[in-house]
């Protein structure tokens, strides 16, 4: 009951008001009100924090939440998509026209969020549509998308994954890593924070940062704007004192009732007794302070992004520039590396969809010798195959998807101590030459050959795609036949004969070595009964001729000495 | 020494006898005649030969197979890394796995291409060369300019590999910048004359023409 921060725990949360917790409070609140504060009559709401941090069970880690909460979240959004040129986001607001979300209540238009420019002029949240416009004709005035600002959320979760193995999404503009055990592998708290806030400017999201050690208290001191940060649980109520309540985004009702009784903050909050507080407002926001606290533990749900990229781009206008169009599929590129770096995966696989606004969309599609994730590698390949892509329509959106997840493949180099240093990485492999060939001249028409233990020509040798899992399984020991030609014909070439004697380009042959005779297959119906000559041409060439034993005796040739 | 015989001597088109001392030592062909007459005493390595025939099939593969049966199982020296790959480009035919097994070639390095056009032919060789993976580059252009021999010239150079283009005869008369020029022909037309082929070397960095009868 009294363990401070729990570890996260995956699944969901713990119901709010469960019977046992609630019969359990005021006792709990009572010994230890006797232990520690025998002046007061009430058990006080903060009595058990120092008791709560000693009771902390030997070993367990310290947790450190990162909470990121987006205050202007749909105003962000609206933004993101503007840029649609596929540029990184305009260094300063000031660029673009005052802008406004407006959202539907009740049948009338209502301003949501104003940015900078707009509030300068008077536009606030609340007003009317009309009457903003009244005020700053000027206005651009946008519809609230939920779908796009859930898509937009869960894009930042992966994101995030890439410093964090546990992040949650908490709210519909609240976001939560647990960072204890990613501080050392970032160079510690301030290069992390910076790093995190540096990543979501650059993606375009205002975004109001806070640290505490449990998540609840990080999501409070976010939504408070001071850019607070905790890392010890003793320093936690001081500064959740100060806090106002409306910070906790508590509902209004409640908000109102408390700062008519004269409490305006978290400390007032604190201060009064435990059991009034539980029967006039409920125990949830009982518990909720206590999980701010670290009293209780505070199980939230993990982010799983999913096992496949999907990604969009869409634009407010067509576009038929392939620059543009190149600058976007760069930009989802990038956004796929750092999904991957994420689960530290490859790909073999990917696929543009260019949609149009007619007509079915435009696929592209990549392949890969070996799992790969970085965007430059991709981006040469695509740029391959995008110089001879034809694009029948202007392009509406873009769309990237990506296959199967494959574990990287880690890659002993040469330690080499001739020629200089860096030599080695301009070469590349033979799966990279064969990427950049299959890019270009398609997957078909780049192949390997190895041998198939097999006496009939023509299935004695196989031949398979790069991309595939490719095995050379080369006979140890060469068979032992007669000479074989060194060009062989796709299909044996039928050629006409004169009393027996087979002509090649209008002159009898001459055989100079056979018969060599090659029967049977009867175990897969290709069965064949061939009497195999080596004969000479009139041109110098030597042919590789043969007479079927059983059927007609037509020649046909199938193979050059070469 | 005066200026205007330095500036002689930059001239490209001057060639000078010196310079043959300084020729890197050729890939033995596997033929001792022919290797007494190419300077380097083998295939020039790091560039291009033309090979000219009327027909394929006469004999232009099997010139070439003991010089690439080596390149494949061979460690190259100019590399620790593995041994060189054969890239196939255009090949008019199959080539047949078990006759270049019995040729010595090691499958598990033996790339086929095959493009679809006249320049996909063209930039797949250049790839291939200029990546230095590939030891040899067999290629079966349908029209090789003195542009794209200048290119494939340069590639090979960077990549360190040997590019062999595949010309009908007719080529003889166009320019290229191969570093060596074969013509082959099949010895006597009729029944009667026994099996062979003439390597006419038609140009040889280095070197000088010279008539090779009944080579192969």
Known sequence: MRRACKPPVMGREAAPTSLAVQQDLPLVGARLAGDNRKSHQQPRLDSSLAAAAALRPQGEFPRLWFCVWLPHLPLDVGARLTRDNGQRPLPSPARRAPTAVVEEQHGIHRILLADADARAAGVMPGQTASAALALLPALELEERSLLREQQALEGLATWLEQFSSFVSIADHNVLLLEIAGSLCLFDGLQALRQKISRGLRELGFTAMPAIAPTPLAATWLA?????????????????LRKLSIACLNWPAALCEALTGMGVTTVGDCLRLPREGFTRRFGAEYLLALDRALGHLPDPRNSWRSPERFCADFEMTEEQVDREVLLNICNELLQSHEQFLLAR?????????SFFHLKGPATELRLGCAQAERSASHWFELLGIRFEHLVLPEPVIAVRLRSGMAQALQAESGALSFHGKPGEQQRRFSITQLAERLIARIGDQSVQATSMVAEHRPHYAWRSQSLLSDWSSNTLDEPAQYLERPLWMLPEPALLPADS??????????RFIDGPERLETGWWDEDGISRDYYTAAGQDGRRLWVFRNRNRTSSWYLHGYFG | MSSSLDKLLA??????????????????????????HLPGGGWPPASLTEILTAHYGIGELRLLMPALAR???????????EPGWIAWVAPPFQPYPPALQQCGIDLSRMLIVRPKNA????????????????AAVLLWPETLDDQASR???LA????????IAFRPLAARQQNSAAALRLELHPEGTSHSSGQGTRVHILKSRGGRPTVLSSLI
Not at chain 2, 71 to 81: E, G
């Open chain 1, 223 to 239: 939504r408070s704007g001071r850019r607070a940060c905790i890392r010890d649980e003793t320093n936690l109520v001081p500064a």
């Open chain 1, 344 to 352: 530290q995966t490859g790909t073999q696989r990917l696929c543009f």
């Open chain 1, 500 to 509: 027996g004697c087979p002509i090649h380009q209008g002159c009898r042959l």
């Open chain 2, 11 to 36: 001239n490209p088109r001057v060639w000078r006898g010196r310079d043959q001392a300084r020729q890197k030592a050729g890939l033995a062909t596997g033929y001792p005649d022919l290797d007494r």
């Open chain 2, 71 to 81: 390149l494949s199982t061979a460690s190259p020296q100019h590399d620790f890394t």
């Open chain 2, 119 to 134: 320049s996909e032919i063209l930039w797949s060789a250049e790839q291939a060369l200029s990546s230095g993976t590939c």
């Open chain 2, 151 to 153: 290119r494939l010239q």
């Open chain 2, 156 to 163: 090979a150079e960077k990549g360190r590999s040997w590019a």
